[in-house]
């Protein structure tokens, strides 16, 4: 089966503007992460998704940012008034289910890039 | 706060040599999982080896084992019969029983010399 997917691949964007990073996880998969990567501040956590439940938002860094799950599918994280110190790659995951040790399995990720 | 260090930044290996990478976590938590996860150039994270912390034998697949020390905290990586494509960036986590979240080490490259 195909594994999880993002889009776009890259993304470059003026300071300011708004910007949609999609994720789509493995069929059957509940839970869905987000994740950023920067130079300098590794991997960080940004929010998650479990079925119906309601996120868990406690990594987001400002409320610029927010993410919504469709039909318990498909993900957006949008990222409002685009900031320089946004620029990242952002990397998506899911696993079956959000408990004990299961993997998560990782999508390319977005690069996006903020000038 | 769970924290997990990778003080190495870069390291290097001969091809067909064993390299060890290193990782301290600090938990209070008893029930926890550990991983290795790979990135390549291509960014996509593939997962290395797992660890439950519950169970004393240390992980191994094929050429990849872990030395699990769990009252030094400590999970480090080892790679024998170093292969080119090894060559990538390698990230700890570490994910709390209760917790979904994996919480990362910063990487290290490790570069595999022919």
């Known amino acids: 089966g195909a594994g999880v997917s993002q889009s776009p691949s890259n993304k470059v964007t003026e300071k300011g503007k708004d910007v949609e990073l999609r994720c789509d996880p493995i069929s059957g998969h509940t839970a869905l992460y987000w994740y950023r990567q920067s130079l300098g501040q590794g991997l960080e956590f940004l929010i998650y998704?479990?079925?119906?439940?309601?996120?868990?938002k406690s990594g987001l860094p400002s409320d610029r940012f927010s993410a919504e799950r469709t039909g318990g599918s498909v993900s957006t994280l949008t990222i409002q008034r685009t900031q320089q110190e946004d620029s990242a790659v952002y990397l998506c995951a899911s696993n079956l289910l959000a408990g004990d040790g299961y993997e998560q399995f990782f999508g390319p990720g977005t690069r996006l890039t903020v000038l | 706060a769970q924290t997990v260090t990778q003080s190495q930044p870069e390291m290097s290996v001969q091809e067909a040599e064993t390299v060890t990478l290193s990782c301290t976590y600090d938990?209070?938590?008893?029930?926890?999982?550990l991983f290795w996860y790979k990135q390549p150039p291509s960014r996509q994270m593939i997962l290395v080896i797992r660890q439950e912390a519950y169970k004393q034998q240390n992980a191994t697949e094929n050429r990849f084992s872990v030395n699990f020390q769990k009252a030094a905290k400590s999970f480090s990586l080892k790679i024998s019969d170093s292969q080119l494509g090894d060559a990538a960036m390698y990230f700890c986590a570490y994910k709390g029983g209760a917790n979904s979240k994996l919480t990362f080490g910063k990487g290290i490259t490790l570069s595999v010399r022919p």
């Open positions: 938990t209070s938590e008893s029930d926890y999982y």
């Open positions: 998704f479990q079925g119906n439940s309601a996120p868990d």
